[in-house]
């Protein structure tokens, strides 16, 4: 209960795909909004890793990069007796439901994603059915909870528009059903783009390595990094339309520290951009430490985030495996 307005709190669903590091975008445009909602919300939020195969993964490394996700849900501050935390796979109902979902959405509607398009033409010697279907599982992620709120990145808008379709179509065959989830706006959040190229969102994916900062990466790499940020020729600090290096230093510096834009126009007047690069460098060093330091702390016992992350799963399942047989039941299942 909200003990506020004494009203249910609304329940908010979200996921990252455990494929690679995470980086400095990854963490203003999702993470630290999970934090802060989970007070205010029934929170739900899990490791993606169904998600990961649709592009091909190494083993080892992709078990490794599971538990590292893992990890830093707990490292940023996600609180396990708070909300739940759990991993995609250890709750069967996802890929059960994403069965059924995929009988209620269209070839026509899944041909015009666009991250669809984009990755096929990516890993165009793999263009997998399951890369098609990627967005009936991630409607299945979110209707299993009977989730009132998405937070999710510009990115995956169009995911979540194509999640209200599946569960409205289900709904007018089947009556209320399914609950239609809204996207979440965050408070704090931001477009974090490449330091390199910033037309590019940041992205780990991107072979510079100077383009993007990686939450657990040394003060020193963050340093250099921000150091050689690209910027242009006007010599002040201020968002300006076409400033696009400008405006990215600024927000970044603005949602680390809590500052409007303008407090940090101000704080910077008549000052260089190696100061105000240092600076940036300096907040985001001070952001990370905690959280560097609790990921080596987890990182390093694997059983207990295992621990963590099945009571968690144990907690999903029980909601999701109802939610599961409701909709069986409705289409006419033997139950
Ligand atoms: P990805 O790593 O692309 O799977 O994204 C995981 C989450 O982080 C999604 O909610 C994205 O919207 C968000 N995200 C990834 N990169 C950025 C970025 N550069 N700026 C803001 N949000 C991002
Ligand atoms: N597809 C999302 C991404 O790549 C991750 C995701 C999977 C997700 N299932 C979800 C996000 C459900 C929100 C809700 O970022």
């Not at 126009?265 to 951009?273: L, N, S």
């Not at 300096?282 to 009571?311: C, G, Q, S």
Request: include cysteine; charged fraction near 25%; aromatic fraction near 8%.
């Amino acid at each position: 209960m909200n003990e506020t307005t004494n009203t249910p709190k609304k329940r908010v669903l979200s996921g990252i795909q455990p494929s690679g590091v995470l980086t400095l975008g990854n963490y203003l445009g999702a993470l630290k909004n999970w934090k802060a909602m989970q007070s205010e919300f029934d929170c739900l939020f899990m490791v993606a890793d169904l998600h990961t195969i649709t592009i091909r993964q190494e083993p080892a490394k992709f078990r490794q990069q599971i538990y590292n996700t893992a990890a830093m849900l707990l490292s940023i501050g996600l609180d396990p007796s708070q909300s739940t935390l759990f991993i995609q796979s250890h709750v069967a109902a996802h890929a059960q439901l994403c069965w059924i979902l995929s009988c209620y959405t269209q070839f026509g509607e899944l041909s015009r994603m666009t991250q669809f398009k984009e990755k096929s033409q990516k890993h165009a010697d793999n263009v997998n059915a399951g890369l098609f279907s990627y967005p009936v599982l991630m409607a299945a992620d979110i209707l299993l909870y009977a989730s009132d709120l998405v937070p999710v990145g510009h990115d995956q808008k169009q995911h979540l528009e194509i999640s209200r379709n599946i569960a409205t179509r289900f709904n007018n065959c089947y009556g209320d059903v399914l609950t239609i989830p809204e996207p979440y706006i965050p408070k704090i959040g931001a477009r974090v783009m490449s330091l390199q190229n910033p037309t590019k969102k940041m992205s780990k994916s991107d072979e510079n390595v100077n383009a993007w900062v990686g939450i657990v990466d040394s003060p020193d790499d963050i340093l250099r990094k921000f150091k050689r940020a690209v910027t242009d020729s006007e010599g002040c600090i201020r968002m300006q339309p076409g400033r696009d290096a400008i405006n990215n230093l600024i927000s970044i510096y603005s949602t680390v520290t809590g500052k409007s834009p303008e407090q940090v126009e101000q704080q910077f007047e008549g000052k260089g951009y190696g100061e105000f690069k240092v600076a940036i460098a300096e907040a985001v060093i001070e952001e990370f430490r905690p959280i560097r330091e609790n990921f080596e702390y987890y990182i390093k016992d694997k059983k207990e985030l295992e621990r963590i992350f099945k009571a968690g799963a144990e907690s999903a399942a029980h909601i999701a495996n109802r939610q599961v047989g409701k909709v069986m039941k409705k289409i006419g299942f033997v139950l």
